[in-house]
């Protein structure tokens, strides 16, 4: 494991002319007392980054407005402050760095370069953003209008949606941590990006402005935006930062955060033990709408089981708020795994079968979870790491007994006409009308990655013309997935694409998978409008992969970290009919690329984090339809590459962060039809080469997070 740098102990002085101007500052580094190093406009960090000046200040860190000298581009520089430069310190810096630069999402500012300068500078390069701090915004204007505080927080949700699901928590949300950006071209809105993510800042004193800067030690976070839980230095997961980020909602919309005591400490207390106030406590001269005032008191509950459990679910309520609509309380009852949470910690909703359906299901998760508690540490290390493959050890949960709320919603399910009236005018305008059962059955969505989505519960309208995807989420889709015979009333050509998935949370060793029945695929073999079928972190036993056989043939199969027989998959008969594979995780994939390479429909194949061999790659050279390739994550010889350059009419290769030296760029210029290719970072001398040898090709690098010594 990589070792931190012994630091001497470290101290800055920070000298400015008489007229402030950052431009004119100079940090002076000095160990045990004894001048070490200034850095100053001008100076040259790993190599690459001129500084130009210094634009801001963390508990951590500096940040420098800096130049990259070969591309001629501004970035901001976030070195360690030097005070704060103990090993333990470097290690929450360079885990900081890491953390957020596997993030890519819109509303999370990006990381591309990590480093350490010598013995004493550490650093990292991020976006320069072009804003303010939501913070500041918040002192402006006093207090947001409703509809921009919506649009600022589903965005919010969105990326803390993403990081969540990728294991990263925040710990650190509040206003001052929340950039608003200027609207891009053909944006009508500010885009707001998430800062510091994984920072741990330090001690300031006791007052509004410094409780706001991050405590460290047994309690992580800023006190007036932290959950009780982090509060008592308890264990956190992903609904602490829901928590915060329903305290910084308060406060867009009130001008004030919820608590705040005269000193860290109280504000603390306040958090675990007062009542939550109202928005119209605190600003009676407004009228907020009752549906707002339940999600922000969802999101501020005390104990985590009783708050939203996702960040969607509260994008999801964000959005109803939005249309006047009263908000989805079944998705926020939901229990999550909580093994600190006591009985109190439930959501007792005799009117919520959906609560207790979850609570119990949850909890037999969590038991499954304890038994491997001791190995919990494998989720960070290989996050850290980069080593993002599958766990050896899996785990599939399979529900073998019902309770008596789970039997009535079999007999509602069971007994529900058809769910779909077809295209018919309501309210003078045309929409495909859909009536549910009382207990969702999944998530519609429609309109791509950007569209919309409506939890597929009671009456739903959707435009007539939208392709329609069915998403069978934990926990929206559990219920279909346990009784999927209410697949059966939907019409034949209403559903075109179905995606049933579980949230990627590995557990040390083991991963906990969900089966996928048969008796699921069979209630959909009547969807002749059926195009794409995405099973992600499941589990398809030989039966389930048998009755793949009784479907239309679909142009998009998705196994994403999906477990299954290989030889399973090589009977599915339609399989050569596939336009669009993935095979991520595939454990023998070379059978798979030996029926592939006869293939004369599939376009785009994804089989990243396998392990091929020359004889596989060589099969499925003979693949002429072929345009798009990802290998990401896969160990590959010069060998391999050349059997790769022998697709004829590939047009996009993707190498990801997978291995790739600059030896082996002649063997691309073999590919005379490749239009981009996604490779690790690269830069001087071998960067001139590669432009040399592809120079009509696209070259996209990714970031660079190794450290420089």
């Known amino acids: 494991m990589y070792q931190a740098p012994s630091l001497p102990n470290l101290a800055a002085l920070v000298c400015m002319s008489d007229n402030d101007d950052f431009q004119d500052m100079t940090i002076s580094l000095e160990a045990d007392g004894k001048p070490m190093r200034l850095l100053r406009p001008g100076d040259v960090v790993g190599g690459h980054y001129t500084l130009k000046s210094i634009i801001g200040r963390g508990g951590m ?48 500012v990006k990381v591309y370069d990590m480093g350490v300068d010598g013995s004493d500078c550490l650093y990292y390069v991020m976006d320069l953003l072009e804003g303010m701090p939501l913070s500041e915004y918040i002192k402006k204007k006093g207090v947001l209008d409703i509809s921009e505080t919506l649009t600022i927080f589903e965005q919010l949700c969105s990326g803390l949606g993403y990081a969540h699901k990728r294991g990263l928590i925040h710990r650190d949300i509040k206003p001052n941590n929340i950039i608003l950006c200027k609207p891009r071209p053909g944006q009508p809105s500010v885009q707001a990006k998430i800062i510091d993510f994984g920072l741990v800042k330090l001690v300031g004193q006791d007052s509004y402005m410094q409780q706001a800067q991050t405590k460290v030690g047994l309690v992580c976070g800023s006190p007036l935006y932290m959950s009780p839980e982090q509060c008592r230095g308890s264990r956190l997961d992903e609904r602490s930062d829901l928590y915060s980020l329903g305290c910084t909602l308060f406060e ?20 675990e033990n007062s009542k939550v106030p109202t928005l119209n406590d605190y600003r009676p001269d407004k009228k907020y709408p009752e ?17 939203y459990q996702t960040a969607e679910q509260i994008a999801q309520d964000l959005d109803r708020v939005r249309r006047g609509q009263s908000v989805n309380r079944e998705a926020i009852n939901i229990r999550s795994v909580d093994p600190e949470a006591d009985e109190d910690d439930q959501d007792t909703d005799p009117g919520s079968i959906i609560a207790q359906r979850e609570t119990r299901t949850l909890l037999m998760v969590a038991l499954a979870g304890l038994i491997i508690i001791g190995l919990v540490g494998w989720a960070a290390f290989h996050l850290l790491t980069g080593n993002t493959k599958m766990p050896l050890s899996t785990t599939v949960y399979t529900q073998t007994s019902f309770t008596k709320e789970q039997i009535g919603v079999r007999e ?41 989505h409506e939890l597929a519960k009671g009456e739903v309208q959707v435009p007539p013309d939208k392709p329609l995807t069915l998403q069978l989420p934990r926990p929206e889709g559990l219920y279909t997935r346990l009784f999927p ?24 060793d083991t991963v906990i998978l969900s089966d996928v029945s048969p008796e699921l695929i069979n209630s959909i073999k009547g969807w002749t409008a059926l195009r794409k079928l995405d ?25 994403h970290n999906a477990t299954y027989d290989p030889k399973a998959l090589l009977k599915v008969k339609w399989l050569d009919q596939v336009n669009i594979l993935d095979i991520k995780n595939c454990s023998d994939v070379d059978i798979v690329l030996h029926r592939l390479g006869t293939s004369e429909h599939l376009y785009d194949l994804s089989m990243d984090l396998t392990s091929p061999t020359v004889k596989g790659l060589a099969d499925l050279s003979a693949c002429k339809s072929l345009r798009i390739l990802n290998v990401c994550e896969c160990e590959l010889t010069s060998p391999m590459i050349a059997e790769i350059a022998k697709i004829e009419n590939l047009q996009e290769l993707n190498f990801g962060n997978s291995d790739i030296v600059p030896g082996q760029f002649p063997l691309f210029g073999k590919m005379k039809n490749l239009r981009k290719i996604s490779l690790p970072y690269f830069d001087g001398p071998d960067l001139a080469k590669l432009r040399a040898i592809l120079p009509h090709t696209t070259i996209v690098l990714g970031r660079r997070q190794s450290f420089r010594m």
């Open 291 to 307: 549906n707002l005032e339940s999600v922000v008191s969802r999101m501020l509950e005390k104990m985590p089981g009783k708050r």
């Open 252 to 271: 867009c919309l009130t001008g004030e955060p919820p608590f705040c005591g005269k000193n860290g400490m109280e504000t603390a207390y306040m958090h």
């Open 485 to 508: 015979h209410i697949l059966t009333k939907f019409r034949p050509d209403d559903i075109c694409s179905l995606e049933v998935k579980e949230p990627q949370i590995p557990l040390a």
């Open 535 to 559: 099973f992600y972190h499941c589990n398809l036993k030989p039966e389930t992969m048998a009755a793949l056989n009784q479907l239309h043939p679909v142009e998009e199969l998705r196994l």
């Open 61 to 108: 860190g500096l940040v420098f407005l800096a130049e990259h000298r070969g591309l001629n581009k501004l970035y901001a520089l976030k070195a360690l402050a030097p005070e704060r430069s103990s090993e333990t310190n470097w290690q929450r810096f360079k885990n900081e760095g890491i953390a957020i630069g596997r993030l890519d999402h819109p509303n999370i």
């Open 412 to 452: 509602i399910f069971d007994n529900w006409p058809s769910v779909s009236s077809g295209i018919v005018e309501k309210n003078n305008r045309v929409c495909r009308l859909f009536t549910f059962p009382p207990v969702a059955v999944g998530i519609l969505y429609w309109g791509g990655e950007s569209g919309q």
